[in-house]
């Protein structure tokens, strides 16, 4: 079974050629690519849902089914679009070394500094190392952000193919980013605030945020609620609770925790498992859903529901609350409970 989206998820940095070179020491740096300082939207460019990207997507190329991204299979080309709100430009840009570039799954090879429509960018080529040390899989990724989002785009192909190596080019930097906050059509479900003070905040790679007062979650949010929806092959009746379980790992990751309770729940007409966590320990800087670093204090709660649905996709609703645990808790059930399908 395929692995469902963690939750894992400042000033503007202008880098120049040299800066790059010495951040790039132990790969070979090359002269930038041509500045793309007047990239346009056309009808060619896509934005898919709950990211802030415009994507000048290749001619055959359709948006993937199983990763958020376009794929272009009958040429081997793929795109992979990560954002991490709450990753500033400058501190994405400070982890691309070999070594860093390697924990993303990509051996150096070359790397330019750019900017496109005056926004910071990093354009990389290289091989892609979970396809294989055989180089037979080329990857070329642009890392592109400002002080609060961070977007990675990856492209793949067939190493061979020249051609496909200028068209995975021409599409990243022809990319245009708009990191405005954006709502959008998330995998066919609806969902409220339940008339509570927490507040639609943001949607990115599919994941939707609830924070207090729709307070950005790249902030120190203490209460935060997070919505997503993973496509995948049916789970059996035997491995929902196992999947509870390690999807509830990864949400209270930075913490030990101990369930407090776990109860089948139905909304919508959608069978589910609902999951609280009480966890504790001493205070420590952690790395939120959004992927910046927040100061946690010593105790809280961790709330999740999983709900499945007939075609396989699997619902998933997570809260956290570090104050007034309890009383967050209550406000994240009745959240879940406006959950509904959009028909």
Request: aromatic share 10%.
């Amino acid at each position: 079974m395929r692995k469902y989206p963690g939750f894992a998820g400042k000033a503007l940095a202008i880098f120049n050629v040299a800066a790059m070179i010495a951040l790039l020491s132990g790969g070979r740096a090359s002269a930038a690519p041509p500045i793309y300082r007047s990239n346009v939207l056309t009808a060619q460019h896509v934005t898919l849902p709950g990211t802030h990207v415009a994507f000048p997507a290749p001619a055959g190329a359709r948006p993937a089914s199983d990763f958020v991204g376009f794929d272009l299979r009958s040429r081997g080309i793929k795109f992979v679009i990560i954002e991490k709100q709450g990753v500033s430009y400058s501190e994405a840009a400070s982890t691309l070394t070999p070594e860093g570039l390697e924990a993303l799954g990509i051996k150096l090879a070359d790397s330019a500094p750019t900017t496109i429509n005056n926004v910071p960018a990093a354009f990389i080529t290289g091989s892609n190392i979970s396809g294989g040390d055989d180089g037979s899989v080329a990857a070329q990724l642009l890392v592109i952000g400002n002080d609060k989002l961070t977007a990675y785009i990856y492209g793949y192909y067939p190493s061979a193919d020249s051609s496909a190596a200028s068209t995975v080019r021409n599409a990243l930097l022809g990319c245009i980013f708009d990191p405005s906050p954006v709502k959008a059509d998330s995998g066919g479900y609806s969902l409220s605030s339940g008339g509570t003070p927490f507040k639609f905040s943001d949607e990115v790679g599919g994941i939707r945020y609830y924070t207090l007062d729709g307070e950005p979650v790249g902030k120190e949010v203490s209460e935060a609620f997070y919505m997503s929806a993973a496509a995948d092959n049916d789970v059996a009746p035997e491995e929902k609770e196992g999947l509870a379980d390690s999807m509830l790992a990864q949400f209270l990751s930075a913490y030990e925790y101990t369930v407090d309770s776990r109860r089948a729940v139905n909304f919508a007409g959608l069978s589910g498992i609902e999951t609280i966590a009480r966890f504790g320990g001493t205070p420590r800087k952690v790395r939120t859903a959004s992927g910046g670093m927040v100061t946690r204090t010593a105790d809280g709660k961790g709330y999740q529901v999983l709900l499945f649905d007939d075609f396989g996709r699997v619902y998933v609703l997570s809260g956290i609350a570090v104050k007034n645990a309890d009383f967050h808790v209550s406000r994240f059930m009745r959240i879940t409970s406006t959950f509904s399908i959009v028909k």
